[in-house]
C-alpha cells in the first residue's frame, strides 16, 4: 500500500520545483553544465538586456517591453511608452540595447516593425527609462521604402566602442533590394547614437548612395556582437535553404546576397542568383549547409566556463540548440551543438555579467534560461 504522506511530500517537492525553475544538467565537450529555467510566461521573447540594478528588460514581439526583477519575477505590467508596433508575420518589437552611457542618461534603444500607408518596415526609437515608463520617446531611423511582406526585418542594435550604433536589417523577402544602393533593405546601417550619419561611412557623398548604409548584400541578420579583441562587428544571417552565413562586418562591403549564396531555392533546391562566388564580393566566415536558422549570438569572456572563452555562441530556432563556435582569429576551428531540443525555438543568446549564458525562447510561454556550471 502506498504512503500518502510519502505522495504529498513528493508532490509539495514537485511544486516547489515548479514554482522555482527545475534545473537540468548536461555533459558537453568542455563542461558539465546546469540549465535552469529562471522565468516563464514570456510571449514570444526577441531580446534581453541587463540593467545595472541587476533586473532584466525583455522585448515581447506582440509588442511589449518587460522587466524582470532581481529575483527572476516577471513584473506584471509593461513598461509604458513603447512606440506603436506593427505585429505582423515576424515583425514586432524585436531588440533592446542600452545606451553605453546608461547610468548617466537611462537611454533605452528598440528595433521594431511599424507601419504606414506603404506598408512595414523597420524602426529604431530610444527613450529614457524612468521607473516603469520610456520618456522623450524619439524615432532615430525609419527603413525605406516600407513594404507590405510581413518577413526579413532584421534586426539588432549594437554600440560599437567609439558609441556608433548599428542596425542590422533584412531584405523584408524582396531579395534583389539588398544590392540597390538606394535601398534599406538588406544592409547594416551606422548612425551616431542620436540618428545623425557620421561623416566617415563609406558611401557618404557617393550619388545614389543612402549615406547612412555601411554594408550591403545582406539577407536577414538576426545576430550580432563585437569581436571581444578587435572591436569588429561580427554577424550571421539566414540563408534560404541552406547557405546561412557569420560575416565580419566592414566598411563598404558586400556580402553578395543574393548574386552569390550557398542557399537554394525552397522546395524546388534549384540555384539563386550566379553561383557561390563572385570578384568583389565578400566569402562568409561560417556557413551552414543545410540551414540551422540561427538567431541572437554572443561572445563568450568570462571566468565561469574558463575552456569556452572567446567561443561564439549562436542561438538556432531549427532543432532548437545553442551552437558554439571555437574560433582561431576569423577561423571557425570547432563548432559543437549543445542543448539540442531541450528548452525551444532559442531566439537570443546574450553573457550576463554575472559571467553566466542567458537564453530567450522564441515560443507562445517562452521563458528566460541560465546555463551555469554544474560543479
Known sequence: MKNPYSQLILGLLFMLLSATGIAQTHTTQEHRIRVSTLTE???HPWSLAFL?????LVTERPGR???IGKDFKLEPQPVGGVPAVAAVGQGGLLDVVLHPKFAD???????YSAGDRNGIGTEVARGVLKGNQLENVQ????????????????SRLVFDREGYLFITLGDRGEMER?????DHNGSVIRLHDDGRVPKDNPFVGKAGWLPEKFTLGNRNMQGAALHPQSGLLWTHEHGPQGGDEINVIRAGTNYGWPVITYGANYGTGTKIGEGTAKDGMAQPLHRWVPSIAPSGMAFYTSN???KWRGNLFVGALKDQMLVRLKLDGEKVVHEERILKNTLGRIRDVRAGPDGFIYLLTDESNGVLARLEPAE
Not at 545595472?52 to 532584466?56: F, T
Not at 524615432?139 to 532584421?154: E, Q
Not at 539588398?178 to 538606394?182: E, L, M, R, T, W
Open 105 to 111: 542618461n537611462n537611454l533605452v534603444y528598440l528595433s
Open 304 to 306: 565561469p566556463f574558463p
Open 52 to 56: 545595472p540594478d541587476g533586473r532584466m
Open 41 to 43: 510566461g514570456l510571449s
Open 178 to 182: 539588398a544590392q540597390n544602393p538606394g
Open 139 to 154: 524615432v532615430i531611423f525609419r527603413m525605406a521604402p516600407k513594404l507590405r511582406t510581413g518577413y526579413h526585418f532584421g
Open 65 to 67: 517591453l518587460r522587466i
